[in-house]
C-alpha cells in the first residue's frame, strides 16, 4: 500500500512552486525521459513522500519511488526496466495502490481503488529486477490530506536510504536520454547521453548469479548505463530481450512465423524501423484472406452477384440479356489474381529488407526457431500463424469441402448442404444459391449468425430464404454420412438432409499444433489459442502472437493493427494497444451486412438505449419491381446520446458502415448525424435523416450462464 505524506500547502511543498496549468506530463518509451509541456521539471526526488506499508525489507517487498510534477492532473507511470512504460491518466485525488509481486515471472497489477478499476492486469517482470513505479500526483486538497501513520513512518525510515538511491539512479537515466548533466550530488554528473561515451562490460546480478553483459547501447537500446552512471551496491538488470541476446548467438532481431496479413504487416513495419527480420513460411504468402480467404471469396460473391443484376437489367430497358456461368472459366482467372497477389507479397518483403524463410518453423527455446534444421535465433519472436477449419462438431465432418476446398471448385454443385450458421456458412450459402446450385442451411439456432445483433439476424434469414436457400434450422444436428449419390446429414428430430456436396461451415481453430509452444511454456486457452496480454506478449516473455491464432477479434484488419502495434511498441518505441471493443465488420451475403459497436442487446445491458430505424425498398429495386428491402439502425445511449452501434443490411451495406466506423470510434453522438447533411440520393443518408427513434429499450439483466448456453 502506498501512502502520500502531506508537506504542507500548495506553495510550501518541497522543491514545488505554484501549480502550472497544462496537460499531464508526457512520457516516453524509453522509461527515462519525463517532461510536462509546460516546463515543470521533476522535483523532490528521493524525499520521503511514500512508504511501503509493512516492508522492512524494501528489495524483497519491492521498490516503490515517488517523484512529483506540478501539473494539473493525476498521472501514473508504470516504469520496469524489463517491459518499458506504460502510461495511464487517471483522475486527480485518486487513491492509487501499486502492489508489486516479484516472483519466477513477477507481475505488477496497479490498481485504482477508487474506481476498483485494473488497469495493467498482466505485466510480466523477470525474476530479481528492479521495479520502479512512479507516481506523478497534483492536485491534491492538502488541507484534507491525512499524516502518515507511524506505522508506515518507520517502514519509510527503513526504506529511505534504499530508495534514494534509486531515485538518483533514475535521476541518471533522465539525464543520460535528455542529454543535460545529472544534478550536484548525484553520481555520474556531467555524463551526457550521446551515445559516445565509454561503455565497459560489468557483471548483472540476476538472482544470485553473475552474468557478464554488454553495455554499449546508450541512445538506441533505452539508455542503458555505463560505468560512470552506477551508483555503488545497485545491481544492474537487463530485459529479456538483452538478457536472451547475451546468452547465445543472435541471428535477427526479430523472428516472425507465419506469412499470412499479420506477419507480413509485422515483419516489414519492424523492418522500417531499423530490426533485422526473418519471415518463416511453410505454404504461401498471403495466408488465409489473400490465398483461400476474404479475397478470392469476395471475387466469387462479384460472379455470382451478376445473376441478379442481368434479370434487373431487362426492368431498366435492356433486352435479349442472356449469359450462362462457366466455373473453370472464373477458377482459372482466380487462380492467375491469386498468384499475382501472392507474388506482390513476396516483392514487398523483399524490398522491405526482411529475409523469407521457406519451411515449417518449430520453437526450441524463448529465443530459438528450428527450421527444417536451420537454426533461427532472436530477442523477439511473434507468432503469426492464424486459424483453420475446424473438423470436430459433429461425427464425419472430415469427409466434406472446408472454405479451402470451395475455393477450388471448377464445377458448381448441384445441390449442396452447407453446415453451420456463422458468416462463412451464409456466404457460401448465399453465392453458391447466386451460381445456380441448390444450397441447404443447416443449423441448430433459430437464426443465423449468433452474435450479431437479432433484427439483423431476423433480416437475414428473411433474405436468405427469398433467394431460395432453404434453411434447416433449430434442430440439433447428430453426424455426416458419405453415401454413393452425396451427403447425408443424420439430426436429433431423425430427419435426414441429403445433398450432392456438403461444406463444413462449423467453425475454425487456431493454428498452434506442431510449433512447441507448450515446450517452451506458451500457455495455451481451451480453445487452443495463444494466451496473450494487451500488448500481444504471451506468458514467455520473449513471444508475441497476433490474430486468429489468440483468438480475440478474428478479422484480417485486426490481426495487421496487432502486428503493427506490436513493431511500433517493440521497435520504435512508440507503445500502441489496440481496442478491440470497437471493431467495424461485414458478412458479403445477399443482401451484405455492415456492422460495428453494440447490439441493442449488448447496450441494454450497459443502460437505456434509443433505437432508430429504417426499413425500406431501395430505389434500384423499387423501380424493377423487386423484393430486396435495406435495413438500418442505430443504437444510441439513452444517457448522453452517444452512438454506440450502427448495423445495416442491404446493397452495399459494408462500404456505408466502413465510413460510419470512423464516426462510432470518435465518439460522435445522435446529434452529429443530425446536424450532417445528406448526400441524396443515396441509402447511406438514411442514417442522417432518422429524427425519431422507434423505440426506448430499457436496461436489461445479462441472463444466468446456464440460459445463454442453453
Same mark, same amino acid.
Given at each position: 500500500?502506498?501512502?502520500?505524506?502531506?508537506?504542507?500547502?500548495?506553495?510550501?511543498?518541497?522543491?514545488?512552486?505554484?501549480?502550472?496549468?497544462?496537460?499531464?506530463?508526457?512520457?516516453?518509451? =524509453?522509461?527515462? #525521459?519525463?517532461?510536462?509541456?509546460?516546463?515543470?521539471?521533476?522535483?523532490?526526488?528521493?524525499?520521503?513522500?511514500?512508504?511501503?506499508?509493512?516492508?522492512?525489507?524494501?528489495?524483497?517487498?519491492?521498490?516503490?519511488?515517488?517523484?512529483?510534477?506540478?501539473?494539473?492532473?493525476?498521472?501514473?507511470?508504470?516504469?520496469?526496466?524489463?517491459?518499458?512504460?506504460?502510461?495511464?491518466?487517471?483522475?486527480?485525488?485518486?487513491?492509487?495502490?501499486?502492489?508489486?509481486?516479484?516472483?519466477?515471472?513477477?507481475?505488477?497489477?496497479?490498481?485504482?481503488?477508487?474506481?476498483?478499476?485494473?488497469?495493467?492486469?498482466?505485466?510480466?517482470?523477470?525474476?530479481?529486477?528492479?521495479?520502479?513505479?512512479?507516481?506523478?500526483?497534483?492536485?491534491?486538497?492538502?488541507?484534507?490530506?491525512?499524516?502518515?501513520?507511524?506505522?508506515?513512518?518507520?517502514?519509510?525510515?527503513?526504506?529511505?536510504?534504499?530508495?534514494?538511491?534509486?531515485?538518483?539512479?533514475?535521476?541518471?537515466?533522465?539525464?543520460?536520454?535528455?542529454?543535460?548533466?545529472?544534478?550536484?550530488?548525484?553520481?555520474?554528473?556531467?555524463?551526457?547521453?550521446?551515445?559516445?561515451?565509454?561503455?565497459?562490460?560489468?557483471?548483472?546480478?540476476?538472482?544470485?548469479?553473475?552474468?557478464?553483459?554488454?553495455?554499449?547501447?546508450?541512445?538506441?537500446?533505452?539508455?542503458?548505463?555505463?560505468?560512470?552512471?552506477?551508483?555503488?551496491?545497485?545491481?544492474?538488470?537487463?530485459?529479456?530481450?538483452? @538478457?536472451?541476446?547475451?546468452?547465445?548467438?543472435?541471428?535477427?532481431?526479430?523472428?516472425?512465423?507465419?506469412?499470412?496479413?499479420?506477419?507480413?504487416?509485422?515483419?516489414? @513495419?519492424?523492418?522500417?524501423?531499423? +530490426? @533485422?527480420?526473418?519471415?518463416?513460411?511453410?505454404?504461401?504468402?498471403?495466408?488465409?484472406?489473400?490465398?483461400?480467404?476474404?479475397?478470392?471469396?469476395?471475387?466469387?460473391?462479384?460472379?455470382?452477384?451478376?445473376?441478379?443484376?442481368?434479370? =434487373?437489367?431487362?426492368?431498366?430497358?435492356?433486352?435479349?440479356?442472356?449469359?450462362?456461368?462457366?466455373?473453370?472459366?472464373?477458377?482459372?482467372?482466380?487462380?492467375?489474381?491469386?498468384?499475382?497477389?501472392?507474388?506482390?507479397?513476396?516483392?514487398?518483403?523483399?524490398?522491405?529488407?526482411?529475409?523469407?524463410?521457406?519451411?515449417?518453423?518449430?520453437?526450441?527455446?524463448?529465443?530459438?526457431? =528450428?527450421?527444417?534444421?536451420?537454426?533461427?535465433?532472436?530477442?523477439?519472436?511473434?507468432?503469426?500463424?492464424?486459424?483453420?477449419?475446424?473438423?470436430?462438431?459433429?461425427?464425419?465432418?472430415?469427409?466434406?469441402?472446408?472454405?479451402?476446398?470451395?475455393?477450388?471448385?471448377?464445377?458448381?454443385?448441384?445441390?449442396?448442404?452447407?453446415?453451420?450458421?456463422?458468416?462463412?456458412?451464409?456466404?457460401?450459402?448465399?453465392?453458391?444459391?447466386?451460381?445456380?446450385?441448390?444450397?441447404?442451411?443447416?443449423?441448430?439456432?433459430?437464426?443465423?449468425?449468433?452474435?450479431?445483433?437479432?433484427?439483423?439476424?431476423?433480416?437475414?434469414?428473411?433474405?436468405?430464404?427469398?433467394?431460395?436457400?432453404?434453411?434447416?434450422?433449430?434442430?440439433?444436428?447428430?453426424?455426416?454420412?458419405?453415401?454413393?449419390?452425396?451427403?447425408?446429414?443424420? @439430426?436429433?428430430?431423425?430427419?435426414?438432409?441429403?445433398?450432392?456436396?456438403?461444406?463444413?461451415?462449423?467453425?475454425?481453430?487456431?493454428?498452434?499444433?506442431?510449433?512447441?509452444?507448450?515446450?517452451?511454456?506458451?500457455?495455451?486457452? +481451451?480453445?487452443?489459442?495463444?494466451?496473450?496480454?494487451?500488448?500481444?506478449?504471451?506468458?514467455?516473455?520473449?513471444?508475441?502472437?497476433?490474430?486468429?491464432?489468440?483468438?480475440?477479434?478474428?478479422?484480417?484488419?485486426?490481426?495487421?493493427?496487432?502486428?503493427?502495434?506490436?513493431?511500433?511498441?517493440?521497435?520504435?518505441?512508440?507503445?500502441?494497444?489496440?481496442?478491440?471493443?470497437?471493431?467495424?465488420?461485414?458478412?458479403?451475403?445477399?443482401?451484405?451486412?455492415?456492422?460495428?459497436?453494440?447490439?441493442?442487446?449488448?447496450?441494454?445491458?450497459?443502460?437505456?438505449?434509443?433505437?432508430?430505424?429504417?426499413?425500406?425498398?431501395?430505389?434500384?429495386?423499387?423501380?424493377?419491381?423487386?423484393?430486396?428491402?435495406?435495413?438500418?439502425?442505430?443504437?444510441?445511449?439513452?444517457?448522453?446520446?452517444?452512438?454506440?452501434?450502427?448495423?445495416?443490411?442491404?446493397?452495399?451495406?459494408?462500404?456505408?458502415?466502413?465510413?460510419?466506423?470512423?464516426?462510432?470510434?470518435?465518439?460522435?453522438?445522435?446529434?452529429?448525424?443530425? #446536424?450532417?447533411?445528406?448526400?441524396?440520393?443515396?441509402?447511406?443518408?438514411?442514417?442522417?435523416?432518422?429524427?425519431?427513434?422507434?423505440?426506448?429499450?430499457? #436496461?436489461?439483466?445479462?441472463?444466468?450462464?446456464?440460459?445463454?448456453?442453453?
Amino acid at each position: 500500500m502506498i501512502a502520500v505524506t502531506p508537506e504542507g500547502r500548495d506553495g510550501d511543498r518541497p522543491g514545488l512552486g505554484p501549480r502550472s496549468g497544462g496537460r499531464p506530463a508526457q512520457v516516453t518509451r =524509453d522509461a527515462c #525521459q519525463l517532461r510536462s509541456e509546460r516546463g515543470a521539471g521533476v522535483v523532490a526526488a528521493g524525499s520521503t513522500l511514500v512508504s511501503v506499508a509493512g516492508a522492512t525489507d524494501v528489495s524483497a517487498a519491492g521498490v516503490v519511488v515517488v517523484l512529483w510534477v506540478a501539473e494539473v492532473s493525476v498521472v501514473v507511470v508504470l516504469i520496469v526496466e524489463s517491459v518499458g512504460a506504460v502510461l495511464f491518466s487517471v483522475e486527480a485525488g485518486s487513491v492509487v495502490v501499486v502492489v508489486v509481486v516479484p516472483s519466477a515471472f513477477g507481475v505488477v497489477v496497479v490498481t485504482l481503488a477508487e474506481f476498483g478499476a485494473v488497469l495493467v492486469s498482466t505485466v510480466v517482470v523477470a525474476a530479481g529486477a528492479v521495479c520502479v513505479v512512479v507516481v506523478v500526483v497534483v492536485s491534491v486538497d492538502w488541507a484534507t490530506a491525512r499524516p502518515m501513520p507511524a506505522s508506515m513512518a518507520a517502514a519509510a525510515a527503513t526504506a529511505d536510504s534504499f530508495l534514494m538511491v534509486l531515485c538518483m539512479r533514475l535521476l541518471q537515466r533522465l539525464m543520460c536520454v535528455c542529454g543535460s548533466s545529472a544534478p550536484a550530488g548525484i553520481p555520474g554528473g556531467g555524463i551526457r547521453g550521446n551515445g559516445d561515451a565509454a561503455h565497459v562490460r560489468k557483471r548483472c546480478r540476476r538472482n544470485g548469479v553473475g552474468d557478464t553483459v554488454e553495455l554499449s547501447r546508450c541512445v538506441a537500446r533505452g539508455c542503458e548505463l555505463c560505468e560512470h552512471g552506477v551508483p555503488e551496491g545497485v545491481a544492474f538488470h537487463v530485459s529479456p530481450q538483452e @538478457r536472451a541476446e547475451s546468452s547465445m548467438e543472435m541471428t535477427h532481431d526479430l523472428i516472425v512465423i507465419g506469412g499470412g496479413s499479420g506477419g507480413v504487416a509485422g515483419s516489414r @513495419r519492424a523492418a522500417a524501423h531499423g +530490426a @533485422r527480420v526473418a519471415i518463416v513460411e511453410a505454404d504461401r504468402f498471403g495466408g488465409t484472406c489473400v490465398i483461400r480467404g476474404c479475397v478470392p471469396k469476395k471475387l466469387m460473391m462479384y460472379a455470382a452477384s451478376f445473376a441478379h443484376q442481368f434479370k =434487373d437489367a431487362e426492368g431498366f430497358g435492356w433486352s435479349d440479356v442472356q449469359a450462362r456461368f462457366e466455373m473453370s472459366r472464373w477458377a482459372d482467372a482466380k487462380k492467375r489474381e491469386i498468384d499475382r497477389l501472392e507474388k506482390i507479397y513476396d516483392e514487398m518483403l523483399v524490398n522491405g529488407g526482411v529475409e523469407i524463410v521457406r519451411g515449417r518453423g518449430r520453437l526450441t527455446s524463448g529465443s530459438e526457431v =528450428d527450421v527444417d534444421g536451420r537454426r533461427l535465433a532472436a530477442p523477439r519472436i511473434l507468432i503469426a500463424t492464424g486459424g483453420a477449419p475446424a473438423a470436430d462438431a459433429i461425427p464425419g465432418l472430415a469427409a466434406a469441402m472446408t472454405s479451402n476446398e470451395v475455393l477450388d471448385l471448377r464445377e458448381v454443385p448441384q445441390s449442396l448442404l452447407v453446415i453451420g450458421g456463422g458468416y462463412i456458412a451464409v456466404e457460401f450459402a448465399s453465392i453458391l444459391a447466386g451460381l445456380g446450385s441448390r444450397v441447404t442451411l443447416a443449423y441448430r439456432d433459430s437464426h443465423p449468425l449468433r452474435g450479431f445483433d437479432a433484427e439483423l439476424r431476423g433480416r437475414l434469414a428473411l433474405a436468405l430464404g427469398e433467394r431460395g436457400i432453404t434453411l434447416a434450422c433449430g434442430v440439433a444436428l447428430q453426424r455426416l454420412e458419405r453415401e454413393d449419390a452425396g451427403f447425408a446429414l443424420h @439430426r436429433a428430430d431423425g430427419s435426414v438432409l441429403r445433398a450432392r456436396a456438403a461444406l463444413n461451415a462449423t467453425g475454425r481453430k487456431p493454428n498452434t499444433a506442431g510449433l512447441g509452444l507448450a515446450d517452451v511454456g506458451v500457455q495455451l486457452n +481451451a480453445k487452443g489459442a495463444i494466451v496473450v496480454d494487451a500488448e500481444s506478449r504471451s506468458g514467455v516473455p520473449t513471444i508475441w502472437a497476433v490474430g486468429d491464432v489468440t483468438d480475440r477479434v478474428n478479422l484480417t484488419p485486426v490481426a495487421i493493427a496487432e502486428a503493427r502495434a506490436f513493431a511500433d511498441t517493440e521497435f520504435d518505441k512508440d507503445p500502441r494497444r489496440i481496442d478491440h471493443r470497437v471493431v467495424a465488420s461485414a458478412v458479403f451475403t445477399d443482401p451484405p451486412i455492415g456492422t460495428v459497436g453494440l447490439t441493442e442487446q449488448q447496450a441494454a445491458l450497459r443502460g437505456p438505449v434509443d433505437i432508430y430505424a429504417a426499413d425500406f425498398r431501395p430505389m434500384k429495386t423499387a423501380f424493377v419491381g423487386g423484393t430486396q428491402r435495406a435495413f438500418m439502425k442505430l443504437v444510441v445511449d439513452g444517457l448522453d446520446q452517444r452512438v454506440l452501434g450502427v448495423h445495416m443490411i442491404g446493397p452495399e451495406a459494408p462500404e456505408i458502415v466502413q465510413g460510419l466506423a470512423v464516426a462510432v470510434t470518435c465518439g460522435a453522438r445522435k446529434s452529429d448525424f443530425d #446536424q450532417t447533411i445528406a448526400v441524396h440520393p443515396t441509402l447511406a443518408e438514411e442514417f442522417v435523416l432518422m429524427r425519431t427513434p422507434v423505440r426506448r429499450a430499457a #436496461q436489461t439483466v445479462q441472463p444466468p450462464a446456464a440460459a445463454v448456453a442453453g
